[in-house]
């Protein structure tokens, strides 16, 4: 099974990349119209549609497809699932939008960063410009008397990334705005490759507070209730990673016993330290890319 469903609107549909599973989801909202969140990557498309086969909802139904920014996990495969879903329409960040109607670029940037698991992930396929809608901070998109979307724009992580919050269960879909949570050891780590804005990510952070949500839908990964509660924790890990990875540039520590000094101080973090040298993404480099980012932040906005 691929898909759960989480309220009489929503089900989770878990993408299983590289057959991995719980580590990328799919959200899908159905109303009178219905809507994709999430592509994930191009290799997974299979699995979504298999998903969407378990729901009942037809290739025809879909409605819009909506990304929260365009890195390879969360929308590479969204020209090649748009092939399939004919009356669809990708809601992105008008930043993002040329570089998936034109992917060279971005795949090549990808490759560069993620080697051979962007080879795993699949190539990004072109998604065509007429069926490509540029969200726009506070776009309401009404999909039926009970479900209505939001788009929030939440930079930081990226400068094309968005979230979407969700009326009826005033749910929030973070994409990567509030890091990677790993349900089964009740821990979430930061996503913060370069060029990542610690300001941008706190004020978006802050942003999403506001809106007093209920619950959470990770993309990496599921839902989870005391959204409030969780997205304040993530501000202030945030700070501290902040604040111990200046100690550790301070003292010329390099990246590995800089994320040593992380694991001492950050529970959460330590908590999940095994779980990340075992997965077989999360260990190629993730966090030790957060890190990078958060040490050029910090070189620019020391000088």
Known sequence: MYSQKLNDHLY????KPLDIENFIASYLLVDNKTMIIETGPTTSIR?????LSEIGIGKREIDYVAVSHIHIDHAGGAGTLLKHLPKAKLLVHA?????????????AGTK?????????????????????????????IELGKDVRVRVCETLGHASHHLSFYEDS????FPGDAAGIFIKSIDATIPTAPPPFNLDMALASLTRLIALTPKNLYYTHFGATEDAVK??????VKLKLWAKVILEGMESGDDLEAIYRRILERDASTGRAADFIKNHLVLRRGVIMQNIQGFIEYLQKTRT
Request: avoid cysteine; aromatic fraction near 4%; charged fraction near 25%.
């Open 12 to 15: 989770l549909i878990d993408l």
């Open 47 to 51: 699995n979504l549609l298999t998903g």
């Open 95 to 107: 930043r993002g939008a040329s570089h998936l109607a034109n992917p060279q670029r971005l795949w």
């Open 112 to 140: 560069q960063v993620l080697g051979e698991i962007a080879d795993m992930y699949g190539e990004i396929q072109p998604v065509p410009e007429k069926r490509i809608v540029k969200a726009t901070d506070e776009m309401l």
């Open 169 to 172: 269960s005033k749910g929030i």
């Open 230 to 235: 969780r997205l304040e924790a993530y501000v």
